[in-house]
């Protein structure tokens, strides 16, 4: 057989995806900023270290919890300085205060950039219970993705966790995310080995994605109580 006869991929007609700046992202409901410990910190450990001290964020991620303010503010300040990850701060619109941009109750970042190439990640996400299955915590995750493909121009998108992480699993699943595999011994997290489960989205599953965010986020979905008519309903035609 000759090279010519060899099956390879199509040509691609791609212009490298946009710089990302470090800016916020704002929907009705939540407003993503970049990470900020003077504005963020006491905010953000109030409401992962409360109680009995949230044990269950942190158990699938690779730091945490921390033992004090100070401790969690001098990470905070590690995670500012750094561009890949990018960190974001997810602050409540809704329940935040009076005149306020809102609160802040959970992190997000875009990883593993690769403009080149067109991919990139959405990872490090945790969220306090106050913002966990809330309306603000879905919309976080749809600014994420809305910026990527049409703010910078990506062509795929990742989404990847711990194979154990079952509602990180789940989340994927909802947001329309395609589950391509398992990585085998790909990390050793906190001692432990981590296998881990690989999730993507393409830029032309993109369309009928948003389209499923936008119709669950509108207005008419929630009743007086904020509780969902209708449940998110995305499809990405993996």
Known sequence: MSSDELPIGDTVDFNPARPLERAALD????????????????????????????????????????ESLDEFHDWLTECQASHDPLFLAVLDRVTGRPGGTGRAGG????????????AIEIGNIWFAPVLQRTRQATEAIFLMMRHAFDGLGYRRLEWKCNHLNAASRRAADRFGFTFEGIFRQHMIVKGRNRDTAWYAMMDHEWPRVRAGFEAWLAPGNFDEDGQERTKLAVQSGG
């Open 27 to 66: 929907g009705a409901y939540a407003r993503l900023e970049p990470i900020d410990p003077a504005a963020h910190a006491g905010d953000l450990y109030a409401a992962s270290h409360g109680e009995d001290g949230q044990p269950a964020i942190w158990t699938y991620l690779a730091y945490g919890p921390f």
């Open 107 to 118: 992190m997000a970042s875009y990883l593993r950039m690769e403009p080149e190439a067109g």
